[in-house]
């Protein structure tokens, strides 16, 4: 059964400093991994989604890294922003399924 | 407006009571989705739907039943809630070809509280 684990579960940082979301999963045959962004009241919207053939995808300050062998994914937010306040949810997307398994989350806090 | 709603946004109910979520995307996918989200837990799969005669039991199905009542339109029902129900509860929606570069979208979800 896949698991999937988010590390750390709560961040809070300074405006302007670089982080490195954790996600971790127990099966490597995956179809895609996706990171979502949830803001309360405004449900998921989904951020970056990598191919089990790719290693990463960029979209502005946002990178993320997938190790599938290792079952790791990494989110890197550069210079982040309190506009980046929200919690980042991991989701693995199994070949044998269209099933999504989400982690449990990271809050992230950035303050001015 | 947006792709996928819901409704009603918050509910209290008591325990007991039957209760229907709704929901209504205009994104013309055919894959229909319900979840649920528990502090700690993260989101849990309870019914999705590929078309309007396929409907599927999730990871926690027991206590719920569904309706695909039209390709844009499918409800979640709790017939006797119960306070352990208490949650956030989401809908979405994907596009019927599997590609591995398919994601799903997301409505802004209920909050259900059963006292």
């Known amino acids: 059964k896949q698991e999937v684990t988010q590390i750390p579960a709560a961040l809070s940082v300074p405006e302007g400093e670089n982080l490195v979301l954790n996600c971790s999963f127990t099966?490597?045959?995956?179809?895609?991994l996706q990171w979502f962004r949830q803001d309360p009241g405004k449900g998921l919207t989904s951020l970056l989604l990598?191919?089990?053939?790719?290693r990463e995808q960029t979209s502005g300050r946002l990178n993320a890294s997938l190790d599938k062998s290792s079952g790791r994914s990494t989110l890197y937010i550069a210079a982040s922003q309190p506009g980046d306040s929200a919690t980042y949810l991991c989701?693995?997307?199994?070949?044998?399924?269209?099933?999504?398994?989400f982690g449990t989350g990271t809050r992230l806090q950035v303050f001015p | 407006d947006a792709d996928v709603t819901q409704t009603p946004r918050n509910r209290i109910t008591k325990t007991g009571k039957r209760i229907m979520l709704e929901c209504s995307q205009t994104?013309?996918?055919?894959?229909m989705y319900w979840y649920r989200q528990d502090p700690g837990l993260g989101l849990r799969l309870i019914y999705y739907?590929?078309?309007?005669?396929?409907?599927n039991k999730g990871e926690i199905s027991d206590g719920y039943s569904v309706s695909r009542q039209a390709q844009a339109k499918f409800s979640l029902s709790l017939e006797s809630a119960i306070p352990n129900q208490t949650a956030l509860y989401f809908c979405?929606?994907?596009?019927?070809?599997?590609?591995?570069?398919?994601?799903?979208?997301f409505g802004p979800g209920t909050r259900l509280t059963v006292l």
């Open positions: 979405a929606t994907s596009a019927q070809d599997r590609r591995p570069t398919d994601t799903q979208y």
């Open positions: 099966d490597s045959a995956i179809y895609n």
């Open positions: 990598i191919q089990s053939s790719q």
């Open positions: 989701a693995v997307q199994s070949y044998n399924t269209d099933k999504l398994i």
């Open positions: 994104k013309g996918h055919d894959r």
């Open positions: 739907s590929f078309d309007v005669k396929d409907i």
